[in-house]
């Protein structure tokens, strides 16, 4: 059990629609990340929520936007989808304070077709 | 651009042999290491991390890593490896200037019976 819940596990979905993908935070975590995985490459980082807010971005388009709800669950939406963003996304909590790793999620695998 | 560098993308080794997997990351400050490892068909967990104090970290299953911070390295060793080892392997960096995660490409192992 990893701890991060994400969902759907898999999802298709046809170009230029509009995907919500969800995540459930770890017990005690605060911080939530959406990672992009392409296949055959490490995880991108798209941005990081804490408090509600997003606080730090990775080189996405404005076409990735997020939000953390109160209970620090997090959903990411890519609109206009482009076949290019076929890939697993991958959510990962961990608690503010210093000194923690982040916990991954097992990810969404997006199609886009 | 802050970048991640890790010199092997597949490394195949006998059982028993050692291992050392390579990372180098790119100048921009204080920076918080980490590697991570992906089993077929599972989520990334963390294998262990470095934030301050003693360069050599000890993490989970005999792994450990060595901060070099004149070279710019955080390489992965395990003295002896086995079967269950094969996996995908990635290192992770955080400049806590920046607060954003960059993650290497992955190094695939795989370690023959």
């Known amino acids: 059990d990893a701890g991060v819940t994400q969902s759907p596990t898999h999802l298709i979905k046809t170009r230029g629609q509009q995907v919500t993908l969800r995540c459930s935070p770890k017990?005690?975590?605060?911080?939530v990340s959406w990672y992009q995985q392409a296949l055959g490459q490490g995880p991108q980082f798209i941005f990081q929520?804490?408090?509600?807010?997003?606080?730090q971005r990775g080189n996405f388009p404005d076409r990735f936007s997020g939000h953390q709800f109160p209970n620090y669950s997090s959903e990411l939406n890519v609109n206009a989808l482009l076949l290019g963003d076929s890939a697993l996304y991958l959510c990962?909590?961990?608690?503010?304070?210093?000194?923690?790793?982040?916990?991954f999620g097992s990810g969404t695998r997006l199609t886009v077709v | 651009a802050q970048s991640v560098s890790q010199h092997n993308h597949h490394v195949i080794l006998s059982e028993a042999a050692s291992l050392e997997l390579g990372c180098n990351y790119s100048?921009?400050?204080?920076?918080?290491l980490f590697w991570y490892v992906q089993y077929p068909g599972q989520h990334l967990q963390l294998l262990l991390k470095?934030?301050?104090?003693?360069?050599l970290v000890k993490g989970i299953k005999g792994f450990e890593a060595e901060f070099i911070k004149s070279k710019f390295s955080f390489n992965l060793r395990k003295p002896s490896v086995q079967w269950s080892d094969t996996a995908e392997y990635f290192c992770?960096?955080?400049?806590?200037?920046?607060?954003?995660?960059?993650f290497g490409d992955g190094t695939t192992l795989t370690v023959k019976p």
């Open positions: 990962a909590s961990r608690w503010a304070g210093t000194g923690h790793g982040y916990t």
């Open positions: 017990s005690g975590h605060d911080t």
């Open positions: 929520y804490y408090e509600e807010e997003e606080r």
């Open positions: 100048y921009g400050g204080t920076v918080n």
């Open positions: 470095y934030f301050s104090g003693d360069p």
């Open positions: 992770a960096v955080i400049w806590t200037n920046a607060g954003k995660s960059t």
